[in-house]
């Protein structure tokens, strides 16, 4: 696998449900990123891992949770969310401190909340 | 903050060229970015331009900045129907953490 790969591609989730959605790289990056992506909204981020700091965005609901367990994997853990939570969620990873710092982003995780 | 600006829709004939505008809003920006989205997909970066730079080429893409204006534009030269897709324009200044997005242009190229 190259690049940085999301699953799932697609998750239904109601709202009482507990799910998580997954990223991996496989470029060696330093820093690793979720990005929530709504209609006719500018990309929103919301949480950043870069050399072991998290930074986030103070608007992101708790019901959001990020976990980082090594360089190369991020997990958004996600639990009672709401519908207009539903939203395409894309993962992205860079290399802090080289060159210009362009993002490498996944495909995607497509969210629905009924 | 930082914001930047994009027109929503775009739309070009075969063979054409395509022009999408961008405009920022914090001078300090070091890289400027376009990145595209086709349907289903995540972003997927095409060019970038360090600040102290006017223009770059890339085979059917030319980026221009215009500093003083704070307004950077990707021209696609013969554009296909396969450049159909979501562009965005996206700016960071070194040493700090976020980059910022633009809202996305929708190119639609007619047959």
């Known amino acids: 696998e190259t690049g940085v790969t999301q699953t799932p591609r697609h998750l239904v989730m109601g709202m009482t449900n507990k799910k998580s959605l997954k990223c991996e790289q496989h470029?060696?990056?330093?820093?690793m990123y979720w990005y929530k992506q709504s209609a006719k909204k500018p990309l929103e981020l919301m949480f950043v891992?870069?050399?072991?700091?998290?930074?986030e965005n103070n608007s992101v609901p708790s019901r959001f949770s990020p976990e980082c367990p090594n360089s190369s994997h991020l997990f958004l853990h996600l639990h009672t969310l709401q519908p207009e939570d539903s939203a395409l969620y894309l993962c992205?990873?860079?290399?802090?401190?080289?060159?210009?710092?362009?993002?490498?982003f996944g495909e995607g995780s497509r969210l629905t909340v009924l | 903050g930082e914001d930047v600006e994009q027109s929503l829709f775009l739309s070009v004939r075969e063979g054409d060229s395509s022009v999408i505008n961008c405009t920022y809003t914090?001078?300090?920006?070091?890289?400027l970015y376009w990145y595209k989205q086709e349907p289903g997909a995540g972003l997927q970066l095409l060019t970038y331009?360090?600040?102290?730079?006017d223009m770059k080429q890339d085979q059917r893409l030319t980026v221009l900045l215009n500093k003083k204006d704070k307004h950077l534009s990707l021209r696609i030269a013969d554009t296909q129907t396969g450049d159909s897709a979501i562009y965005f324009c996206?700016?960071?200044?070194?040493?700090?953490?976020?980059?910022?997005f633009g809202i996305g242009t929708k190119l639609q190229v007619i047959p």
């Open positions: 331009i360090f600040s102290n730079m």
């Open positions: 992205a990873s860079s290399q802090r401190g080289q060159g210009a710092g362009e993002l490498f």
């Open positions: 470029l060696g990056h330093n820093a």
């Open positions: 891992y870069s050399l072991e700091e998290r930074v």
């Open positions: 996206a700016v960071i200044r070194v040493g700090y953490q976020k980059v910022t």
């Open positions: 914090d001078s300090s920006s070091t890289y």
